[in-house]
């Protein structure tokens, strides 16, 4: 079902997640206490002594060096910051009534000799609070601190000069914070303000992150190709055409994908060829109905088949191809008239190379041909010359002329043979092997030119069927999407223009005469 898709699917998973999130930070901050919360954690623990036990050497010049029982001495400086998300003042420090300090820094094994306090930028006045009278105190291997108030972010530091023990012995602050925790902090780096929001928040904010980009994937990787409207169920063939026989391929392809049940076969070989076939099934069909056959069609059908029915479906262009060890790019019309006359044997009478002319040709099926007569020469091409496209089997013929089958032979051949021209369809973003385009008088094919260029080699597209078929069939569905919707996509892709479009309504409509 299209409710169950993976990207709804993820789509409700985000909206729940935000929902809960949302509801659930909204408790923890009506319901739970905002924590206090000290933290610690040891910046420099360092050897100064010259204790061989240390397994580290100490360079020692001055006091250290002269200063009795510093054979072990250690320097370690500690931090102490108000990580939490709240103020801690002197009343929440807990402990005995009448305890002046708040906290105690326990160093294991060692034994505390001198110490000095820093503060933060900011936060002269804490200086107040280490006296004596405050709670100062050193002894042994402890050193209480008085109950110093600290805003969110401020921190202080101990320097501390100690003996007894080596470097890394355990180092422990503790005391007790009303609705609050003193505990060691190894989530910043030194110095690092704390991160501004716990680790809950972090979490929640990946998680919709990780949502929120795998539904955008989704969306941009789907197939968002609307299916062809009225799908219909059966086996249909396409014939005819080979210039529009990609776009043929492409349009069975997707129809095929879209509508369940629905089998298109694509078989051109030719517009004449697929014309007579349409109306030879239509007659033997009889009074059974119209057969599960379209043919394409480049240009009008020829006369005498008047039970065959016209939908005009684009405008298609064609392109003349030379080979590449012809380096022209541009022909006059003249000219490849002249050309396909036998006026012009050798491409040098043109300022090309010293090399004959080969006219590689379709069969007398081909639309492609029929157009190019009718729409470039005006006259029908001369007489095959050539069965191999190479051997002159007729010595009188001013030129090698010869005819293939399908326009992927002749594109092979122009490109294979020095000399060789030849036409096909034009096929956007292809560059022919050993070939390339010729314009003619300056202009190009181009569909998105050809309502303004003077270029000649064009003709409608016309999809024939045999009377009209059912309204539910196939071949009326698949009409249907060859004409409108993502099919107009597909032509256009492949470098015709669809009848359905303004443009192309205009030249589909007039007619090309």
Not at 410 to 435: C, F, H, N, Q, W
């Amino acid at each position: 079902m299209e409710w169950f898709s993976a990207e709804n699917i993820v789509a409700v998973f985000t909206a729940v997640l935000g929902v809960l999130a949302s509801v659930g930070v909204l408790w923890y901050e009506r319901r739970v206490p905002r924590r206090k919360r000290i933290g610690y954690r040891v910046q420099m623990d360092t050897p100064i002594g010259s204790d061989a036990g240390q397994a580290r050497a100490n360079v020692r010049l001055g006091l250290f060096d002269e200063t009795p029982d510093m054979a072990d001495a250690t320097l370690v400086l500690l931090r102490i910051e108000n990580d939490g998300s709240q103020s801690v003042g002197r009343g929440d420090y807990t402990g005995p009534d009448g305890q002046l300090h708040g906290l105690v820094v326990e160093f294991t094994e060692r034994r505390v000799r001198g110490v000095a306090v820093t503060h933060s930028p900011g936060a002269d006045h804490l200086m107040d609070h280490f006296t004596p009278s405050e709670g100062l105190r050193g002894s042994g291997s402890l050193i209480r601190l008085p109950r110093v108030p600290l805003n969110r972010g401020e921190h202080f530091k101990l320097l501390v000069l100690l003996t007894g023990s080596h470097v890394g012995s355990p180092i422990r602050v503790t005391g007790g914070i009303r609705d609050g925790e003193v505990r060691p902090n190894t989530a910043a780096r030194p110095d690092e303000k704390p991160p501004l929001f716990g680790r809950a928040a972090r979490s929640i904010t990946v998680a919709l992150t990780v949502c929120v980009v795998t539904l955008a994937s989704i969306i941009l990787v789907r197939n968002d190709t609307r299916p062809p409207i009225g799908c219909a169920r059966g086996e249909l063939t396409v014939t005819g055409s080979t210039a529009f026989e990609p776009v043929l391929h492409e349009l069975a392809e997707k129809y095929g994908k879209a509508c369940d049940g629905a089998t298109i076969t694509v078989d051109p070989h030719g517009s004449t060829a697929g014309i007579r076939e349409l109306a030879q099934r239509g007659a033997e069909a009889g009074k059974s109905g119209s057969p599960a056959f379209v043919a394409l069609s480049d240009g009008p059908k020829p006369g005498g088949f008047p039970q065959l029915r016209e939908n005009r479906v684009a405008v298609s262009l064609f392109r003349l191809v030379v080979n590449d060890k012809v380096p022209l790019r541009n022909l006059t019309h003249d000219t490849v008239r002249a050309l396909y006359r036998g006026d012009i044997r050798n491409w040098k009478q043109l300022g090309g190379p010293d090399l004959p002319v080969l006219l590689v040709s379709r069969d007398a099926n081909s639309g492609t041909r029929e157009v190019f007569q009718r729409r470039v020469l005006g006259r029908n091409e001369p007489a095959q010359s050539s069965r191999d496209c190479t051997t002159k089997d007729d010595p009188q013929a001013p030129v090698i002329r010869c005819e293939l089958d399908s326009t992927d032979q002749v594109l092979a051949e122009v490109g294979r043979l020095d000399g060789a021209i030849g036409y096909s369809e034009l096929r956007t973003g292809t560059k022919p092997a050993g070939a390339h385009q010729l314009a003619i008088d300056g202009a190009v094919p181009s569909a998105d030119t050809i309502g303004t260029s003077s270029y000649p080699y064009r003709e409608i597209e016309y999809a024939y069927t045999y009377g009209s078929p059912p309204a539910d069939s196939l071949a009326s569905s698949f009409l249907a999407y060859l004409s409108r919707g993502s099919g107009q996509d597909v032509i256009r892709t492949h470098g015709h223009l669809p009848c359905a479009t303004p443009e192309g309504l205009r030249i589909c409509g007039e007619g090309e005469g």
